[in-house]
């Protein structure tokens, strides 16, 4: 069955600094990943997504991701954190075919400190 | 607004009660999803429509839950006989396309309360 692992269920760094929110996927076909953000009270917004391709992905808010074939990763990066990205963040993937469902992680808690 | 809005916000229900939660998607979305989220979870598939018909309703966790979008824009979510293990937020998305990489668009949620 498909599943989207992320390790971590925190991860602190300093403002300025580059930041890594890991993620680790298992399917059987080709997956389709994304990443979404969640800020305190308020919804799921999309950050990117992975299709086919260039494997490095650049998305919304100077974020971008890495799809590791070999290492069926997906890992969110961002070259220096703001503290205003200090939210929740989830990675997920939908197979290709079927009904287009997302499997979710269970998120990882970003902080960011001045 | 443009994006997805569920109402309410916020629903505190009495162990047994029934409850319906409301889902208006991007207008001329095609598919909608609804997600169940616990507290310090990741978003748990529900169900899926396509316009108006249910294609995929295989994460629904019991038969008190129901739900419908007969004209296939805005979404009902229904739950009988309220349980305190249904205390989640409630999430619906909506997508402009069938496709696996077109990304899902999300309302802000109801959180759903059972005392």
């Known amino acids: 069955a498909q599943s989207v692992a992320q390790p971590e269920d925190q991860v602190n760094v300093a403002e300025g600094n580059p930041l890594t929110v890991k993620c680790t996927y298992s399917?059987?076909?080709?997956?389709?990943l994304f990443w979404y953000v969640q800020y305190p009270n308020r919804g799921l917004q999309f950050l990117l997504k992975?299709?086919?391709?260039?494997?490095l992905v650049k998305g919304s808010y100077g974020f971008e991701a890495e799809f590791n074939k070999s290492q069926t990763s997906f890992h969110l990066k961002k070259p220096s954190a703001l503290v205003s990205d200090s939210a929740l963040y989830f990675c997920?993937?939908?197979?290709?075919?079927?009904?287009?469902?997302?499997?979710f992680g269970a998120g990882t808690r970003l902080a960011v400190h001045p | 607004g443009a994006g997805v809005s569920q109402s309410p916000r916020y629903k505190v229900a009495k162990r047994g009660q029934d409850v319906a939660l409301r889902c208006d998607p991007i207008s001329g979305h095609v598919s909608l999803f609804w997600y169940q989220q616990a507290l310090g979870q990741g978003p748990e598939f529900l169900t899926y429509?396509?316009?108006?018909?249910?294609?995929?309703k295989s994460g629904l966790p019991s038969d008190r839950f129901f739900a419908e979008r007969p004209e296939g824009s805005v979404s009902t979510l229904k739950i009988q006989r309220t349980q305190q293990e249904d205390s989640a937020v409630y999430l619906c998305?909506?997508?402009?396309?069938?496709?696996?990489?077109?990304?899902?668009?999300f309302g802000q949620g109801t959180r759903l309360t059972v005392v």
């Open positions: 399917v059987s076909g080709n997956p389709y």
């Open positions: 998305a909506s997508s402009a396309r069938q496709g696996a990489g077109t990304e899902a668009f």
């Open positions: 429509f396509q316009n108006e018909a249910q294609l995929d």
């Open positions: 997920a993937v939908r197979l290709s075919g079927g009904y287009n469902k997302l499997i």
């Open positions: 992975y299709i086919t391709g260039d494997n």
